[in-house]
């Protein structure tokens, strides 16, 4: 009975179980699970052998598979296989074999369990094994592991390159002990100090940045993340500990802090260089306000000095020889000079005296002056002149470069306290666009340079940017007016040059002046100046001056040296005069006058009236009447106030003698072309003085001149008459002068075009397409330039 149960038992049960016969390998029984799973029935079964249900062995191999249980060899076998299903699915079994001998029988016993889940679960979990591993060993990222004892369980191939050791040297060890046991001052690293040991007992993760010990004993930087391991159920069993090497990151750490710095040192460069260039400006600003307000005061002082010195000049004449009340006059005099050298100083550095710039050759000038300078300067100082060869000409009021030179060397006698070394130097050079740049005002291009250098004292640095200043002076009250440099400077802007001062204290000064080039040649010397204050033998001057006690001196004055005397308070009741047909031999004209016509205008109006007449133009201020940049244009005759009784005497006599053998030479009119085939030159210019100079020079050339001061009047004449060519300024009252230049280089082609301009023709060119179809000529112009300008019109005519 109890086998039966058995037998029910086997039937039921879910695993598989077969017996088969050991004679054929047939099937002689199979339970329920088994016939199920299959999908075979017994009958089907018993007509099948083990191996038919054994698609991977073959009958040969079950035989050979079997064999040690035939023969006794072995009790059980056990191996796994597949088995085939009747619908051909397959699964994978692992087989428990049996050889079952009964009383009367000899089976085969298998029983089978599907292992196909399990098989399945493994390789995945393989799989799964095998990614982490790659994962691990293909990271560049260390990765250590420990164990609760806090050794070494793990690390992965990037954890060896880094530390220099394999894992088999670190297995079991306490990782601080192996990789971070030094400071790399030498120090010992106790475990108890070290943040990544502390993740497992604290039970949290820590992070940071340590420095290891490399096998070969070098340290390196390394960041770390120290983090609890914990199992299954949640408890902490090690320590996972990510490492990066660090020193790359640190060298592109250092590497950006470099390129910050940098960048930061060049910034701070450039602000620098802004507020040094900014400095420059306001300094340039500054010294062009106080300028203009000195030449003002300059204009008003002089005028008033000119009415104290010709009445003191009359007063004294009035006086006997040997009269003790002389004397006072006498002082009265000197301080009226003094005041006349203080405002003309005032009026240099304002950029307003009348300069005479002619081609000089900077070397014989500087060596004229040797004998002075050495008379000036004193035994106690050595005096050395150094001249370049192959020098250029510069175009400069010589007279008034004379004085510069005093004042710089006087200056430089003084901080040398009479002993010392003076180096005089002058060379070409030529200023870039480098130097300029860092140099506002001075444009690049080719300077005559004179250098004077001292031995002395030096500039302290906080006074350097004061020297120019009018009034600043650190000598003692009487000894310095502060003026000398200011003049200097002055001097220099006016002529269209540069100035630097180079200075360390107790080492000495140089100071650079630097002129514009000319190509022009330097003229003959001047014949000397009489000496004899000469007198006039009845002729006719026409006073045109509106202060009423400067035109008073002025007639008695006059009449004083032998002239006839006629006034008009403007210019308005002079042309009244000129018109009424009287004789007169000279006008003398203040030039700036209240009134609607300017002293230009009627000075034209007068020659038109009376060809013969000479004009003097008088001013204490320079500004208009100096035709350019505060250049005296050729051809115009001015007596700057305040005048001596000498000076007025001499400048009439000259303008005087110059009329009369102009009278008895052969009228020039003569020579000149018929005005009828004469090229015709509309001349559009507003300033007077300007006009009149030109429209002179134009004349002389054999040109026949419509005036216009308005590019309405301009247009106007353009309108009337034909013109060979347009002499245009830019700057006119009612408009500009490009759009009239433009105007008639388009629609009235056959005129030759001249521009006129203080400016830059760079400058105005610049971008314009018309440029082709002008000539340039830069202000201020003379003759000679003038000339060339006219040619240039008639090659590009041609
Ligand atoms: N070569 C130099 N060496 C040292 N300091 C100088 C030199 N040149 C000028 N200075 C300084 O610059 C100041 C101004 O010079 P500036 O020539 O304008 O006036 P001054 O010499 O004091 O008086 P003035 O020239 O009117 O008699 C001087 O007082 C002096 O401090
Ligand atoms: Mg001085």
Known sequence: MASDRLGQIVEDAASEVYLFSVEDFTFTLANRGARENLGYSMDELRGMAAWDIKP???????????????????TMLEYETIHQRKDGSRYNVLTHLQLIVTENDTVLYAAIQDITKQKEANAALTKVSARLDAILSNTTMAIFMMDDKQQCVFMNRAAEELTGYRFEETAGR?????????????????????????????????????TFVHKDGSFYPVGFTASPMKDETGKTVGTVIEVRDLREELRARNAEIEFNNALKTKIEEAMAERDRLEAQLVQAQKMEAVGQLTGGIAHDFNNLLQVVGSNLQLLSKELPEGDAKRRFVDNAMAGVSRGAKLTAQLLAFGRQQPLEPKPQNLGRLVRGMDDMLRRTLGEGIEVETVISGGLWNCLVDPAQLENVILNLAINARDAMAHHGKLTIEVGNAALDDAYTQNHPNVAPGQYVMLAITDTGAGIPPEIMEKVFDPFFTTKETGEGTGLGLSMVYGFVKQSGGHIKLYSEEKQGTTVRVYLPRTQRKEESAPLPATTDTPTGSGEVILVVEDDAAVRETAV???RDLGYGVLTAENADSALAIIKSGVQINLLFTDVVMPGKIRSPELAREAKAHLPNVGVLFTSGYTQNAIVHAGRLDEGVDLLSKPYTRERLALKIHEILSRQTSADTAPPAAEAAPSTDDAPKVLLVEDDALICMATADMLSDLGYVVTEADSVAAAERSLQAERFDIMFTDLGLPDGSGMELVQHVTQLRPEIAVIIASGADPREYAEGDAEAGRYVSLMKPYDEHSLKRALEQCKAAAE
Do not use: M, W, Y
């Not at 991977?56 to 072995?74: I, N, Y």
């Not at 030498?186 to 940071?208: K, V």
């Open 556 to 558: 008695d004055q006059l």
């Open 174 to 210: 306490p990782l601080h002990d192996v990789i971070h046991h030094t400071h790399p001052d030498g120090r010992h690293f106790p475990i108890e100090d070290c943040a990544i040991d502390r993740a497992f007992p604290e039970n949290h993760q820590t992070q940071g940045e340590e």
């Open 56 to 74: 991977e062995l073959s009958r040969e191999a079950f035989l050979e598979l079997v064999q040690p249980l035939l023969s006794g060899e072995k």
